[in-house]
């Protein structure tokens, strides 16, 4: 006999489908509920519905957006001449807090990831490059990837398309960069891998 | 400026509610609800409101159900003799778990805790004392309380309050007992906390 009340196994299992929540926190969080009021679970289930129906994805940078385009690619005050090349919106949000970019994002959703049946048409390489080709207004293309293996792998795979659709002429063509790799600021050296380290000694800067 | 559209704010701060999720975590699983099905949105919105709305608080033990009285109180095959009271709902599922069990309940929703404004009124102690009272059948209450200060003294309480309202004969009088204290399986000698080993200690068992 189960003798957990349909209604809560039911949230314990919306819970546990969450990334990184198990059943001991999913059933933790679910019996937490049940003394919150009736109004907080209403606005819960509520943003939750609205969380898709209210949102669009912006028809230039594929960001997560209230309307398209999207406040970032609409606002006038922003570099045009630089476009940010990111995987996840979160990303953007990381790299707005910086406050060192002030030009245009693009949201790949993704990378090229073969193992996991993701090719370059399953996310939004394609706009970026008729992004890039219809607006001459494009002079640098930086790729913020993840620092790891299919990360590097679309990034290299965009630089190649964007060359091949590059319309300038070849002394005036798109610059295409990505973030530094180096050692993480309040690292350590003797626990830094060897790879990190040694792309900190190529990227090595003078003082 | 935000740059977080307003419904993927809003859903991020109703996950900051919940225990033990920070910003970060919050913030993690939003973004992951966007690539999820509407359908399973849908699901998920539906089961936050029908958790309360569907479920009530059995008349009886006071545990959280489908109906009242709930499938353990009405169950005639328990044994109605002993009462185990627990401060959550989620510790009877702790206790049934054991297997080693087969009486009723009694869930006091909480436990005395003066520092947070909890007094004898706010849990559900009359109840039980009720409980106990129009009960001839009652004949062990056992307290599996957290084994912290506040459970001991809402355990010492309770007790007192059995004692005075208990309808039997002296000799007859109602068994009380508390959970054992005691190591914990799988743990290490070395490590146990001085309480927790002094009262391994008293409670230790002939072989």
Do not use: W
């Not at 606002?75 to 910086?98: H, N």
């Not at 080709?133 to 993840?146: D, G, Q």
């Amino acid at each position: 006999m189960n003798i957990l009340p349909k209604p809560v196994s039911r949230l314990i299992e919306s819970f546990e489908k969450l990334p990184g929540v198990g059943p001991k926190t999913a059933q933790r969080l679910a019996f937490y509920l049940l003394h919150v009021p009736d109004r907080d679970l209403e606005n819960f289930a509520h943003n939750l519905t609205s969380l898709k129906s209210e949102t669009v994805l912006c028809e230039i940078c594929k960001n997560v957006a209230e309307m398209s385009p999207c406040s970032l690619c609409s606002d006038t005050g922003r570099d045009k001449s630089i476009i940010c090349v990111v995987e996840q919106p979160m990303d953007v949000i990381s790299i707005e807090k910086t406050n060192k970019f002030s030009g245009l994002y693009h949201v790949l959703h993704g990378s090229i990831d073969p193992l996991n049946n993701i090719g370059p048409d399953e996310i939004y390489i394609d706009t970026l490059i008729s992004r890039i080709k219809h607006s001459l207004a494009v002079r640098e293309v930086i790729f913020a990837l993840n620092p790891n293996m299919i990360g590097e792998a679309t990034a290299l795979y965009i630089q190649k398309k964007i060359r091949e659709n590059d319309v300038h002429a070849k002394e005036n063509a798109i610059t295409i960069t990505r973030l530094a790799h180096g050692l993480p600021m309040g690292g350590d050296i003797e626990y830094a891998d060897e790879i990190t380290l040694g792309r900190a000694l190529d990227g090595r800067k003078g003082l």
